[in-house]
């Protein structure tokens, strides 16, 4: 059973059209985060929400935003997608007290 | 400076054979965390193996362990009798500060590719 779902699992946009990610999890996990990943390279962490409190990384563009309605539910907005936003969308959970993240199997967005 | 350095961006083995995959770090905190991450080319980041800073021995988990070298902040990833499906991309993270922030950085990551 899937613990960490991201829908869809591939999206298209145009360039400058707004579009959501969305994440959900079974597992009441406290935090979710969500990484960005571009071809061949190392996941970089977006922001994370630690129960309802968001914490946005410095170097995280303000094109993206990122909603939290509630435990099982996490969405990533991009405002305004440029084509260097074309990337695979990772996001993660972990209980409060655990290290060990869980991954969803990502969202690839490509930006036309 | 890179916290996270994995010198390797391609390894190969042989079926049945051992490898490691380096992983050095830096950083100033005591209490910190590495991780071993795989990720296959579906792209699922799929956990694999934890080591915290204070912890005495080694980490393992079935073909996995860790080498943990505190003093030369090295945390290499041994896998044992490689199988095809080992083939993946490899990552290592870290965690500093306490457990509650949670925020990993990861490294650059090896291509491990094993050979029939």
């Known amino acids: 059973d899937a613990m960490v779902i991201q829908n869809p699992r591939y999206q298209v946009t145009q360039f400058g059209k707004p579009v959501t990610l969305s994440c959900s999890q079974t597992?009441?996990?406290?935090?979710m985060y969500w990484y960005q990943q571009k071809s061949s390279q190392a996941p970089k962490l977006l922001f994370h929400y630690y129960d309802k409190d968001f914490n946005n990384e410095a170097d995280t563009p303000d094109n993206f935003q990122s909603r939290r309605p509630n435990t099982s539910f996490c969405f990533l907005d991009i405002r305004s997608p440029g084509l260097g936003d074309a990337a695979m969308y990772l996001c993660?959970?972990?209980?409060?007290?655990?290290?060990?993240?869980?991954f969803g199997p990502g969202t690839r967005l490509l930006v036309l | 400076a890179q916290k996270i350095t994995q010198t390797q961006p391609g390894m190969f083995v042989q079926e049945k054979e051992a490898v490691t995959l380096d992983c050095t770090y830096d950083?100033?905190?005591?209490?910190?965390?590495l991780f071993w991450y795989k990720q296959p080319s579906s792209g699922e980041m799929i956990f694999l193996i934890y080591?915290?800073?204070?912890?005495?021995q080694n980490a393992t988990e079935g073909r996995y362990s860790l080498n943990f070298q505190k003093a030369r902040k090295s945390a290499n990833l041994v896998i044992s009798a490689s199988q095809l499906g080992d083939s993946a991309m490899y990552f290592c993270?870290?965690?500093?500060?306490?457990?509650?922030?949670?925020?990993?950085?990861f490294g650059d990551g090896t291509t491990l590719t094993v050979k029939p």
């Open positions: 080591q915290g800073s204070y912890d005495e």
């Open positions: 993270a870290m965690r500093e500060g306490p457990t509650n922030a949670g925020k990993s950085t």
């Open positions: 950083t100033s905190d005591q209490s910190y965390g």
């Open positions: 597992l009441n996990h406290n935090v």
């Open positions: 993660a959970t972990r209980p409060r007290n655990q290290e060990t993240q869980y």
